[in-house]
C-alpha cells in the first residue's frame, strides 16, 4: 500500500483546491471525507478535487466523492474534479458516474492559485 496524502490550497475567489495523491481507497477514504468536510465548512463558492496525482480509487473513495457531489448540490457550491490518470477516470466510466461529476482535463485559469 502506497498511502495517501492530500494538499489543500485557496485559489483565486475564494475557490479551495484539494489536490490527492496516492490511493484513496477503504483505508483512507474516511479520511479524505473528513478533511473535505473541513474545507466545506468554511462554505467556499467552489471546490476543485485534483485527481491528477491520485494513482488508485476503490469504490469507498468513489462513494466519498459521489457523497461530495450531493452536499455540494445541497449547500449550493460548485464541485469541480480535475480528471486523473486512465485508470481512474476508467472507475468513473465503469461505474456509470463520470456524468454526474463537472471534470475538467486541467485547472481553469480562472481558478489559478493565488
Same mark, same amino acid.
Given at each position: 500500500?502506497?498511502?495517501?496524502?492530500?494538499?489543500?490550497?485557496?485559489?483565486?475567489?475564494?475557490?479551495? !483546491?484539494?489536490?490527492? +495523491?496516492?490511493?484513496?481507497?477503504?483505508? @483512507?477514504?474516511?479520511?479524505?471525507?473528513? *478533511?473535505?468536510? #473541513?474545507? *466545506? *465548512?468554511?462554505?467556499?463558492?467552489?471546490?476543485?478535487?485534483?485527481?491528477?496525482e491520485? !494513482?488508485?480509487?476503490? /469504490?469507498?473513495?468513489?462513494?466519498?466523492?459521489?457523497?461530495? +457531489? +450531493? #452536499?455540494? !448540490? +445541497?449547500?449550493? @457550491? !460548485?464541485?469541480?474534479?480535475v480528471?486523473?490518470?486512465?485508470?481512474?477516470?476508467?472507475?468513473?466510466?465503469? /461505474?456509470?458516474?463520470?456524468?454526474?461529476?463537472?471534470?475538467? /482535463?486541467?485547472?481553469?485559469?480562472?481558478?489559478?492559485s493565488?
Open positions: 500500500m502506497q498511502g495517501f496524502g492530500l494538499t489543500i490550497e485557496e485559489l483565486d475567489g475564494g475557490a479551495i !483546491r484539494i489536490a490527492l +495523491r496516492g490511493e484513496l481507497d477503504l483505508a @483512507h477514504a474516511y479520511t479524505f471525507d473528513e *478533511e473535505l468536510r #473541513r474545507v *466545506e *465548512e468554511a462554505r467556499p463558492p467552489c471546490v476543485v478535487l485534483d485527481l491528477r491520485l !494513482r488508485f480509487m476503490d /469504490s469507498c473513495g468513489l462513494a466519498r466523492l459521489l457523497a461530495a +457531489r +450531493r #452536499r455540494a !448540490r +445541497r449547500a449550493g @457550491h !460548485r464541485l469541480l474534479l480528471k486523473g490518470s486512465p485508470n481512474i477516470q476508467r472507475l468513473f466510466a465503469l /461505474s456509470a458516474v463520470d456524468e454526474a461529476f463537472e471534470m475538467v /482535463s486541467e485547472l481553469p485559469l480562472a481558478l489559478s493565488r
